[in-house]
């Protein structure tokens, strides 16, 4: 089992960057596939990011490609996910998720462990 708690979340202006952390309990870290979703309100959760358990690969929805990178420091137990050039439209609750083994599913159901979440308010 593996407890999930995110931080780096706030008020940031169109254009910014921002780096998001999610720090996670127990020895097994390295065991579970990460990923990044978000919540904008009124809005289904939705897939931002994956990252193998290895780190050597990463999946991104296309709303994030080339503006978000998702990475990890297994030493650390944490997972990242660095945001540049916000949109208002990226405005949601930033979401952590873990899963067992080494792939990558944008498909929330797949991921058992999750964390409290981090609000991202983006202004214009």
């Known amino acids: 089992q593996v407890q999930l708690v995110e931080s780096g979340g706030g008020w940031v202006q169109a254009g910014d960057s921002l780096r998001l952390s999610c720090a996670a309990s127990?020895?097994?870290?390295?065991?579970?596939?990460m990923g990044w979703f978000r919540q904008a309100p009124g809005k289904e959760r939705e897939f931002v990011s994956g990252i193998r358990r290895s780190g050597g690969t990463t999946y991104y929805a296309d709303s994030g490609k080339g503006r978000f990178t998702i990475s990890r420091d297994n030493a650390k137990n944490t997972v990242y996910l660095q945001l540049t050039s916000l949109k208002p439209e990226d405005t949601a609750v930033y979401y952590c998720a873990a899963k067992q083994g080494s792939f990558v599913f944008s498909n929330r159901n797949a991921y058992a462990y999750w964390g409290q979440g981090t609000q991202v308010p983006v202004s214009s």
């Open positions: 127990g020895r097994t870290f390295s065991s579970y596939a």
